[in-house]
């Protein structure tokens, strides 16, 4: 087997990492996903955290590829999605929560609420 040294190792994995090249969506989701595989570091297993990373540098890099070809309104897009589909989420379920049932087919049993089938 070829021996790989440590530094070329080094020096392969240093360029995967964001720089001051990269576009700032790119460096936001960067930082976001690291903060997030840092939270979850004592609950995961070591295959679910190297997986995390890959896709991670993953879509960091094409997040930046993205930036540069000229598309970055669209990768601070995707870097917002899962914000917006959150906030959506929260608002709609306020929205049913706060609704009041007026059903009269709805029978309450206690702490159980039976829906009669038709």
Request: glycine share 4%; with cysteine; hydrophobic share 55%.
């Amino acid at each position: 087997m070829a021996k790989v040294e440590t530094s070329t190792v080094a020096i392969s994995v240093m360029s995967l990492l964001p720089s001051r090249s990269h576009c700032l969506a790119s460096l936001v989701y960067f930082f976001i996903g690291i903060i997030g595989i840092m939270l979850m570091f004592n609950e995961s297993s070591i295959l679910g955290i190297i997986i995390n990373l890959i896709s991670l540098f993953a879509w960091t890099w094409f997040l930046n590829y993205l930036c540069s070809i000229g598309y970055s309104k669209i990768s601070w897009f995707l870097v917002l999605l899962p914000f917006i589909f959150f906030v959506t989420i929260f608002f709609l379920a306020l929205e049913v929560i706060e609704q009041p049932i007026n059903d009269p087919s709805i029978v309450k049993l206690g702490a159980e609420t039976a829906i009669p089938s038709r």
